[in-house]
């Protein structure tokens, strides 16, 4: 089992960046998959961005990409989301979750197969 806390949330102007970071405790940081999750109100959760325990690959969702970086530093057990040029459906909760297996796209987009996740933090983009 791994500990996961978010920070960096907050509430930002459209076009405006955050940087949300996850600290892990645990277990072995970098033999994790890891990826980035949000949800909006009335919305369901829905995927981000995902990364290798290496760093090595990444995968995004196609609303997020080329706006969106993912990486993680496996000395200080952190996973990290840059997020630039945010829009106002951007707002949500966004979450970290731990994954023990690297898998395709597809898969590495559903929640199933991340057994652990933090609490969130909220990202509030004004237009």
């Known amino acids: 089992q791994v500990q996961l806390v978010e920070s960096g949330g907050g509430l930002v102007q459209a076009g405006g960046s955050l940087r949300l970071s996850c600290a892990a405790s645990?277990?072995?940081?970098?033999?994790?998959?890891m990826g980035w999750f949000r949800q909006a109100p009335g919305k369901e959760r829905e995927f981000v961005a995902a990364?290798?325990?290496?760093?090595?690959?990444?995968y995004y969702a196609d609303s997020v990409k080329g706006r969106f970086t993912i990486s993680r530093d496996n000395a200080k057990s952190s996973l990290y989301l840059q997020m630039n040029s945010l829009k106002p459906e951007d707002t949500a909760v966004y979450y970290c979750a731990a994954r023990p297996v690297w898998s395709t796209a597809q898969v590495m987009a559903g929640t199933t197969g991340y057994g652990d996740w933090g609490q969130g933090t909220q990202v509030t983009v004004s237009s």
């Open positions: 990364i290798t325990g290496t760093g090595g690959s990444t």
């Open positions: 645990g277990r072995t940081f970098s033999r994790l998959a």
